[in-house]
């Protein structure tokens, strides 16, 4: 404490004197007090002398000339690129391209502008490529701890697995036991029995040897004749325990029991139809956008006009409410209908009136989706810039999503947005032309384009396995991946689906798909029970 005490009590000294220095000698590079400078004065230097404030000592602009360092430069040679004074120019460099200071000055300044310019452009773009390694170093440990989790959760699926299996393997092998004892049983009291027979039948062929009964001997042969000798031994070897990978066993069990007892339909086959009765868009020619599944199993279809309808399985409609926009990006969040348009994301209030939950500046939202933990989810857009942000429902910005590990922007156009069972959240970028999956905590997972090029994603859902749906829309299917983004196979009801756009998966191997240029929703059965 006394240490700190001492140096912020310390006091530049002069050089001459030690007396508190008040000035400073620039050409010399001395310290000196109010008394000193007379004395300093004095001495004769080649370059002279200039004294200054000692606060002001580095707030020299000058450029001094390096041959006559008593004299400012006021000239520039060219010849040899260096500032000049007057004498220079008359003397050493007469000879010389001479061009006035204030020309290089100007020359100078220009590039260090434009440099300087281009810095601080780049140095906007590096503090968010800071900010951004700066929240992904904070939430490491959290991101590792979450992995730990996953190799444990796994771990303990495949403990369950094994433990099931080697039941299994006991109870088959108790089984394989049962039998062969059984047969070996049988076939030892068979033996037995034929030792006996064999051990009697030698008896009474030493007691004929010493006999001369014939008649007992003619009765004798034929028994001796009939009677069987070793006939064929069952082969029974071992059951021996043959070597499978484990990881590939275990995932299989996994994905077996992923499918619940269900199997997938060799032809989709549409069960339904509704006529959404929305009008074409002038524009595009375009009418249903999007739909979304209600928990008593009804559908909120979206349109190409300002109004939400609520319709059945069977085709009927229910109800109808007015919104602010094109009923594009919708999502269920509390039992209530929310959507977005370019200005805020707003939920339909039991009242069936239109309140607005929160705004996102000067971003605009696309895609919104409710997530597990109870936030919303939401695709935001502005100039060339594209994010995903975790709302709370108030507002307050949870979690944003942009760049990857890399520092290189995740999306170029995201559009619809879900949450999977595992907690990935998948994008379709309409930008990239790819499903875009991060974990839960925003670090990149796959990216799925297609498997060839004849691909135009679209929009996005899930089911309750994991499975991941996505409309292809100029291509007239629906890919089915899995939970890794790896395609299973294509959906193509019978009959075909032309343009669809929005999915919903209803549940019992059923998914809700829309085709956008007739405004026809189909339902379709794509897995059997």
């Given at each position: 404490m006394m240490a700190s005490r001492d140096e912020a009590q310390h006091v530049v000294e002069c050089d001459l004197c030690q007396q508190p220095v008040s000035f400073f000698c620039r050409r010399c590079g001395v310290n000196l007090c109010d008394p000193c400078v007379l004395i300093h004065l004095r001495v004769k230097s080649k370059n002279g002398h200039d004294i200054v404030d000692y606060k002001s000592k580095d707030d020299d602009d000058t450029c001094h000339c390096d041959s006559h360092p008593q004299n400012d430069c006021s000239a520039y040679c060219k010849t040899c690129e260096t500032p000049i004074c007057i004498l220079c120019v008359t003397i050493k460099?007469?000879?010389?391209?001479?061009?006035?200071?204030?020309?290089k000055i100007e020359e100078l300044l220009k590039v260090i502008v434009t440099?300087?310019?281009?810095?601080?452009?780049?140095?906007?773009?590096?503090?968010?490529?800071?900010?951004h390694t700066t929240k992904l170093l904070s939430s490491i440990s959290s991101i590792y701890k979450l992995r730990k989790d996953e190799v444990t959760a796994?771990?303990?699926e495949w403990h369950k697995q094994i433990e099931k299996t080697v039941k299994k393997l006991h109870q088959e092998l108790d089984d394989m036991q049962k039998e062969h004892e059984a047969v070996l049983q049988k076939q030892k009291e068979k033996f037995e029995e034929m030792v006996w027979k064999v051990n009697k039948i030698n008896g009474k062929t030493r007691k004929l040897q010493k006999s001369k009964n014939v008649t007992e001997m003619q009765t004798f042969v034929p028994v001796i004749q009939t009677q069987e000798s070793l006939s064929e031994v069952s082969q029974y070897s071992f059951p021996m325990l043959y070597e499978?990978?484990?990881d590939e066993y275990l995932e299989n069990k996994l994905k077996e029991n992923e499918l619940s007892g269900r199997i997938i339909s060799e032809i989709p086959t549409v069960t339904s139809v509704i006529d959404t009765g929305f009008p074409a868009n002038k524009q595009y020619n375009t009418r249903l956008y999007y739909m979304l599944v209600t928990d008593d199993n009804k559908v909120w279809m979206g349109?190409?006009?300002?109004?939400?309808?609520?319709f059945d399985l069977h085709g009927h409609l229910h109800h109808t409410v007015s919104i602010t926009c094109q009923g594009m990006y919708l999502c269920m969040y509390n039992k209530q209908v929310v959507y977005s348009d370019n200005k805020a994301v707003r939920m339909i209030s039991d009242t069936d009136t239109v309140v607005t939950m929160f705004t996102a500046g000067d971003w605009m939202p696309y895609g919104v989706t409710s997530a597990a933990s109870g936030d919303l989810l939401v695709c935001l857009l502005k100039d060339d810039q594209n994010k995903v942000v975790r709302y709370s429902s108030t507002g307050t910005v949870l979690q944003e999503i942009q760049y990857d590990s890399q520092c290189q922007p995740l999306y170029k156009n995201a559009k619809y947005i879900i949450e999977n069972v595992n907690g990935d959240i998948i994008v379709t970028d309409w930008g990239r032309n790819?499903?875009?999956?991060?974990?839960?905590?925003?670090?990149?997972?796959?990216?799925?384009?297609?498997?060839?090029?004849?691909?135009d994603v679209c929009s996005v859902a899930t089911d309750s396995v994991g499975h991941v749906i996505v409309t292809d829309y100029k291509f007239d299917k629906i890919h089915k991946l899995d939970r890794d983004g790896r395609l299973l196979r294509y959906i193509?009801?019978?009959?075909?689906?032309?343009?669809?756009?929005?999915v919903c998966i209803l549940g019992h191997g059923e998914m809700m798909a829309g085709e956008c240029l007739t405004g026809i929703a189909k339902r379709i059965k794509y897995l059997e029970e």
């Open positions: 460099h007469k000879s010389h391209e001479i061009s006035e200071l204030s020309d440099e300087n310019d281009r810095l601080q452009s780049f140095k906007h773009e590096l503090e968010r490529i800071l900010e796994r771990g303990e499978y990978k484990i349109g190409a006009s300002k109004e939400l309808k609520l790819a499903v875009i999956a991060v974990d839960r905590l925003g670090i990149f997972r796959y990216s799925y384009s297609g498997k060839d090029t004849k691909f193509i009801p019978e009959g075909g689906i032309s343009r669809p756009r929005g």
